[in-house]
């Protein structure tokens, strides 16, 4: 299955980055754990196509070494968790997963978990040093609904599945379509999952790289346009039950050193990449976008207050690139979530087609591109 640029159909303004993913932005890892089980009926326990997919912002301990980060609703039907004090503190403290929707509760006591592993004292003070500050912790998780082809009510993964995707973190090529939080999803009516994309800002004394990941699950076959061309007013998938309104879970990662109102400034931008792809985003939809910047990390609570120097970004003459950078970087993650998916039969027999990259290419061969 290709990406997009291996069809000769696309093509951006701006540069990528060598694997073209978000793990361009240096220190990003990305992980998946994958469950694909059973076949059939469903039983109360299966048939799953599900999973997880965690962003790792750094090598380090996030929790100590927290980066700024930004959160934006494009529409808010969904039940994400660790937005809100993303939005108050502007900062984020454990990777970002993402998974399907009933499962987010699970996940996120699991990022609780494996944060308590690494940070004892979490939850009971400083005994050692006798500094008190019974610190929480706030776990970021993002979610689509996988239940046409899993069973969501079964909540599959928990504490070992997102130990598995943590494990599997690797700062390389990342895994794209039906893998991770993309195993059950669907976009534009055929088989959706996880794509991703970077872009690289020409030299302007410093270069800078922003990266997309994207968990795809929304859209109506008819609205699917690819590079200007309305392909879905010409492909269609296979007769089947009508798509319902979906979702998108966004991540955006870059090493410029923006604080949280500037990573909030690039959040809105991400709406754009959506809408290039025919998104009209529709009233049942939950489309959530997630940033963070990989430097100027913050420290958990210093003994002393800190000040010093930082890097920053005066944005305003670089800004329109940065919008450039995410717009194009969302629109083609979102292309190659879906050019990257197999088909899929899930629970019941209910089947998402892989969309026929052939087809795609004729259809943009029609229209000059």
């Known amino acids: 299955m290709p990406r997009i640029r291996e069809l000769d159909i696309y093509q951006s303004q701006l540069p990528t980055g060598p694997h073209n993913a978000i793990t361009d932005v240096a220190g990003v890892a990305v992980g998946h754990f994958t469950l694909i089980a059973g076949e059939g009926a469903w039983t109360g326990h299966g048939p799953f196509r599900t999973g997880v997919t965690l962003i790792v912002p750094h090598e380090g301990n996030v929790y100590e070494a927290k980066v700024a980060a930004a959160v934006h609703t494009i529409n808010g039907f969904g039940k994400v968790a660790g937005f809100e004090q993303v939005r108050e503190l502007g900062n984020l403290e454990t990777p970002i997963a993402l998974t399907s929707t009933l499962n987010v509760p699970r996940v996120a006591d699991a990022l609780m978990t494996l944060a308590i592993e690494q940070n004892p004292h979490i939850g009971l003070g400083f005994a050692a040093t006798g500094r008190q500050g019974y610190a929480s912790v706030n776990p970021v998780v993002g979610e689509t609904s996988d239940g046409f082809l899993s069973d969501m009510q079964a909540r599959p993964i928990g504490l070992a599945e997102v130990r598995a995707a943590l494990t599997d973190a690797s700062t390389g090529p990342v895994a794209e379509g039906v893998v991770g939080a993309g195993t059950g999803t669907t976009c534009y009516g055929w088989k959706g999952g996880i794509g991703t994309a970077s872009r690289v800002l020409p030299e302007q004394g410093h270069s800078f790289t922003v990266g997309a990941l994207v968990q795809s699950n929304f859209g109506r076959a008819e609205e699917l346009t690819i ?86 970004v005066y944005e305003q003459p670089i800004m329109s690139l940065f919008a450039l950078a995410v717009i194009e970087a969302v629109e083609e993650a979102i292309y190659n979530s879906l050019l990257m998916a197999h088909t899929v039969v899930g629970r019941d027999g209910n089947t998402r087609h892989g969309l026929p990259a052939d087809e795609v290419v004729k259809v943009m061969r029609r229209y000059g591109c």
């Open 227 to 312: 590079a200007g061309v309305p392909v879905g007013q010409h492909l269609q998938p296979p007769p089947g039950r009508r798509v319902e309104d979906g979702s998108i879970m966004i991540v955006l990662a870059t090493d410029a050193p923006l604080d949280a109102r500037q990573l909030g400034r690039l959040c809105q931008r991400a709406a754009f990449g959506l809408a290039r792809t025919g998104s009209t985003c529709h009233g049942g939809s939950g489309d959530f976008v997630v940033a963070f910047s990989t430097t100027n990390r913050v420290p958990d609570r210093p003994e002393r207050v800190v000040v010093g120097e930082q890097t920053a």
